[in-house]
């Protein structure tokens, strides 16, 4: 027996790293899935991943900016399934990004709509589906950039910590209807949306991660799937409110950091921080 057995999920952001990676282990463990993305081509083949591990899952089109899009995902849920349990909220990118001066007002004000208004919107759209089901979980992707300062990444780091508050007010204010909201905080994991950006792509970032943390390996989006599978389930039925931290004991305190590696993959991470705006990870794609 599956941990997610009859229960229905929608997955935004899931054509691609963490989303995709949550979407085929909910799958394997019996979860129905809306994957909902602006990628077509990534999120076809996420459902396709989906079916091979032996559940039911599609494709949504879906913008999580528009208010109507992700009211449309939720509304796929229940036509194709006829219930909403868990809404994972993760959709992303890095945004407006590179030093604060050089930061436009509209990238950073597009960086907040799909960051932070769009888990209002995915939260917002899934309780009144997940109250009829009688209660559920929503998961958010915040970030350890929303727990610290990250030079670079001030548009990013302040919409993730906006999405741990959010989390922390709609936590209080559905568990009355047995709805449990959480966010997970990742560290550096190598998905397309860290790995396009630097040059020799994965490979390359795979090793500059590892370096990053005390724990010697760069963070999978497995990782955070595994997460994600806790929260979504049965065994979290206490757990709500909470920003839980998965990223290696990168942010565990003093000392955390090697500083020598530190800096060196400091230095190497803003030099791929210095274009405007980071968009989705398919656009993004440069040709190698
Ligand atoms: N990779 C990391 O190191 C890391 C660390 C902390 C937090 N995160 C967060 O994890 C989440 C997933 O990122 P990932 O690393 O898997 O990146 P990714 O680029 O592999 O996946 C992001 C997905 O979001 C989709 N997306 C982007 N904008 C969208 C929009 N407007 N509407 C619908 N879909 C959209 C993309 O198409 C893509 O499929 C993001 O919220 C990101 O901020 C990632």
Redesign the pocket.
Known sequence: MGKLDKKVAVI?????????ATAIRFAGEGASIVI????RE??EAAVRDCKENGSSAVFQL????SEE?VKGAVDRALKEFGRLDIMYN?????GAVGPLENVTADNWDRTFA??LR?VFLGIKHAVPAIRKTGGGSIIN?????GLRGTPGLTA?GAA?AGVISVTRSAALEFAKDKIRVNCI??????????Y?RIPGGEQTATQLFSAFQPWKRA?R?ED?ASMALFLAGDDAEFVSGQAMIVDGAATSGFGSLNPQQGQQGGGQMSQILDEEFS????QMKKPS
Do not use: E, H, M, Q
């Open positions: 935004t952001g899931a054509a691609s790293g963490i989303g995709r909902a993305d602006l990628n990534g999120g879906t913008d999580v900016v899009n993760n959709a992303g990118l890095g799909i960051l769009a992707t915040a970030s350890i950039a990013y993730k905080c990742p560290g550096l994991i190598a998905t397309p949306l860290t396009n963070g989006p955070i968009g989705p990870s398919f």
